[in-house]
């Protein structure tokens, strides 16, 4: 049986990091009904792919890129001679990724099966996209993996859930089930581009729906 995500606090009161155990068993249940589930936040990863930016031919990162839900949209963006490289753990979630390529004809998209903490790429990307991958960003090595193959100058573009304004008691109520059902840990989510925007420098970040979900957007600095 898949492991169950780890929710309680430990003894010294601060929420558990990401499990991966628990995050694969998590998709694995999920990934039949994913696209469905997702459907009402369409227009959120239309801003997302918008807010990147992208041009004819560049090489984009859809970091944890799930069922590839977004590859239509970069594809759009990018043109024939553009690359989509997505990355993601859940063997589930890539298998339907594999399938809407494979339907779709594309033949610039690489799909790599890998924690993004592991995973490894000859290349460097002008832009990365996490769209609702808050483990991911929770995670030190795995913020650094991706900012490794990224291009000074990259674009990136990170949204999901976040803790709204403590007085929005039902709406904090409902992002903790959303969370629940697609992170392993409730750490940093007053804060989820924390550690990107640790490494980058300031991000711009907007809220949306009474500030439970967030559009954060930054740039590689040349210095790194
Ligand atoms: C909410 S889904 C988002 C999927 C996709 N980005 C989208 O826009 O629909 C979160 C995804 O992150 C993946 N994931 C979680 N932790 C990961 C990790 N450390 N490395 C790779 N993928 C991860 C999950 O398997 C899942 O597919």
């Known amino acids: ?42 227009p959120l ?12 031919g ?18 759009a963006a990018l043109g024939p001679q553009g690359r989509i490289v997505g990355v993601e753990q859940s063997h589930e979630m890539l298998e339907r990724a594999r399938r809407r390529v494979a339907d779709e004809g594309w033949h610039h998209v690489e799909l790599i099966e890998s924690p993004v903490e592991d995973f490894a790429w000859r290349g460097r990307a002008d832009a990365a996209l996490l769209h609702f991958t808050h483990d991911v960003l929770q995670q030190p090595r795995a913020v650094d993996r ?14 999901g859930l976040k803790w709204a304004p403590r007085w929005a008691l039902a709406v904090n109520a409902a992002v903790r089930v959303a969370a629940w059902r697609s992170t392993t840990t409730l750490a940093g989510l007053d804060r989820p581009w924390r550690l990107l925007e640790a490494r980058i420098g300031p991000m711009t970040v907007e809220a949306r729906l009474v ?13 790194r």
């Not at 492991?3 to 929420?15: H, Y």
Request: with cysteine.
């Open 45 to 56: 990863r239309r801003e997302a792919v918008r807010r990147l930016g992208l041009r004819p």
């Open 1 to 42: 049986m898949a492991a169950a995500p780890r929710r309680g606090k430990p003894a010294g009161g601060r929420d558990p990091a990401p499990d991966r155990a628990a995050a694969i068993g998590q998709y694995r249940r999920r990934a039949a009904t994913y696209d469905l589930e997702l459907a009402a936040f369409e």
């Open 58 to 75: 560049e090489t984009v990162l859809d970091v944890a890129c799930g069922t590839g839900l977004s590859f239509g949209l970069l594809h």
């Open 211 to 223: 500030g439970a979900v967030y559009v954060a957007q930054g740039v590689v600095p040349s210095h």
């Open 146 to 159: 991706v900012l490794a193959h990224l291009r000074p100058g990259a674009r990136i573009v990170a949204t």
